[in-house]
């Protein structure tokens, strides 16, 4: 298994540009996450989904959007980049529902929007 | 207010000493708690969960105290390879954090020095 793979693994955006960023599990995960991590901070939650065709909003969605057509993939949008979304974007998935089911995370895309 | 809160360090210690991390959370309703380690520019880990009773990983232990809302990580005879930042990580439910609830802390940043 390759487990959660992301791409691209660099970017440079101008400001107000798009892109979209790829997650892709091959795990058979129901759950998948994004998360973006400042230098110096914490895993703050995009958005999430339990399923295919099932996304919710985490802690900070502004400026971004999900979806979830199929169970191994998850891409995440940026639309109108801005400097404030610079950050390090991290996929994760787990098996199921349950706090102590364990996440597994890709390698992160470095995103800086200059 | 802060959820999961860390030193965080550096803590610069010599090989083969003991080191000892706290993280304190303020969600009295948490359930689960992990501690994860994240490498230089990586994505994060799942070192160990944290159970009631304090649980033992070779070198590694994990205890949690509810009472007083603490989990500690103990790394005896610490190796060069345990250079890392350690991320303590909770089960918040009703938090808004997602399916899980789970809050990062910022982490603690381990130097093992020859």
């Known amino acids: 298994n390759a487990g959660v793979t992301q791409t691209p693994k660099f970017r440079i955006l101008k400001i107000g540009q798009s892109m979209t960023l790829q997650c892709t599990q091959d795990m058979n995960h129901n759950y998948m996450y994004w998360y973006r991590q400042d230098p110096g901070m914490g895993l703050k939650l995009i958005y999430y989904?339990?399923?295919?065709?099932?996304?919710d909003k985490g802690e900070v969605p502004n400026g971004y959007n999900v979806s979830r057509s199929t169970t191994e993939d998850f891409p995440l949008r940026l639309e109108l980049a801005a400097p404030s979304q610079t950050s390090v974007y991290f996929c994760a998935s787990k098996i199921s529902g349950g706090a102590g089911n364990e996440q597994f995370f890709g390698p992160g895309t470095r995103l800086t929007v200059l | 207010r802060k959820e999961v809160e860390q030193d965080p360090g550096p803590f610069n210690v010599p090989e083969g000493a003991t080191v000892a991390f706290n993280c304190t959370y303020s969600?009295?309703?948490?359930?689960?708690f992990f501690w994860y380690r994240q490498d230089c520019r990586k994505e994060p880990k799942l070192l160990m969960s944290v159970y009631s009773s304090g649980n033992e990983d070779g070198r590694f232990t994990a205890q949690l105290n509810r009472a007083s809302q603490y989990i500690s990580l103990l790394i005896r005879d610490s190796k060069l390879s345990d250079s890392a930042t350690y991320l303590c990580?909770?089960?918040?439910?009703?938090?808004?954090?997602?399916?899980?609830?789970?809050?990062f802390g910022k982490g603690t940043h381990l130097i093992i020095q020859p």
């Open positions: 989904s339990v399923g295919a065709g099932i996304t």
């Open positions: 969600n009295s309703a948490s359930q689960s």
């Open positions: 990580v909770v089960n918040s439910p009703y938090s808004g954090g997602g399916a899980d609830g789970l809050t």
